[in-house]
């Protein structure tokens, strides 16, 4: 399999802009700091306040353009109003990254309706709404990437986070759906990248 090389410039990503949801700490400040070491302009938001201003702060220092929102996803307004507050900074986002999650484990004898809710309102929902504020804008551009990130939870048939595999499975279910709702091609636009630490035999 090709790598990218970790020093590599890829010139075509320099003055894009990005936005990250969850992006403070984990996998998603492992995308903030690439994107913007590329010369693009970075948005993101977390509950992590701390990091988050951390990691903002220190990309600045560095010379490169990160924003920080401190946004709690399950709030749709706020989550909306930090993508339109990006894209009004940086007059467009040329790539979401639907990242934020919380996969607690959960056994699926007691888990509460309060607790099926909440894992939707982080690991599926906010996805959504967060597509339906930024692809708008890169139809009318006919240039835009959405990044989904799932997980391989759900095909391995991992049994201790229900509501999490649960969502992940209708992740995928979203990248597929929206690009045919705006009659995309689901290559082109949108992709679900199915995280896992682990090693799968093709075909799992
Ligand atoms: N790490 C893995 O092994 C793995 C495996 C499969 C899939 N994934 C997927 O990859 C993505 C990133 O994984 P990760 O391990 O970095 O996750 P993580 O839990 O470490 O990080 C997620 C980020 O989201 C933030 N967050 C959580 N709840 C939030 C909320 N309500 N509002 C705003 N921000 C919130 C966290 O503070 C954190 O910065 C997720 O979509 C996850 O499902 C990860």
């Known amino acids: 399999m090709n790598r990218p090389l970790p020093n590599a410039i890829y010139p075509g990503l320099k003055g894009r802009t990005a936005f990250v949801t969850g992006g403070a700490t984990g996998i998603g400040c492992a995308m903030v700091t690439p994107f913007a070491r590329q010369g693009m302009r970075v948005g993101f938001c977390d509950i992590a306040i701390p990091e988050g201003e951390a990691l903002a702060a220190s990309l600045g220092a560095a010379g490169h353009e990160a924003r920080f929102d401190p946004v709690d996803v399950r ?14 900074r940086w007059a ?18 007691d888990l509460t309706c309060a607790e099926w809710d909440n894992a939707m309102a982080i690991n599926l929902r906010p996805a959504f709404f967060a597509i339906q504020a930024v692809p708008p804008g890169m139809i009318a ?10 997980s391989i939870s759900w095909k391995a048939k991992y049994g201790t986070m229900p509501a999490y595999t649960t969502a992940k499975a209708a992740i995928h279910g979203l990248t597929r759906s929206y690009t045919v709702l705006h009659g995309l091609s689901y290559r082109r636009w949108g992709n679900t990248i199915f995280v896992s630490t682990r090693s799968f035999p093709v075909g799992f």
């Open 75 to 88: 709030d749709t307004d706020a989550l909306q109003q930090a993508l339109r507050n990006t894209a009004d």
């Open 92 to 109: 467009t986002i040329d790539v979401l990254v639907n990242n934020v999650a919380n996969d607690s484990r959960q056994d699926w004898r």
């Open 141 to 150: 551009r006919e240039h835009g990437s959405i990044i989904d990130l799932g």
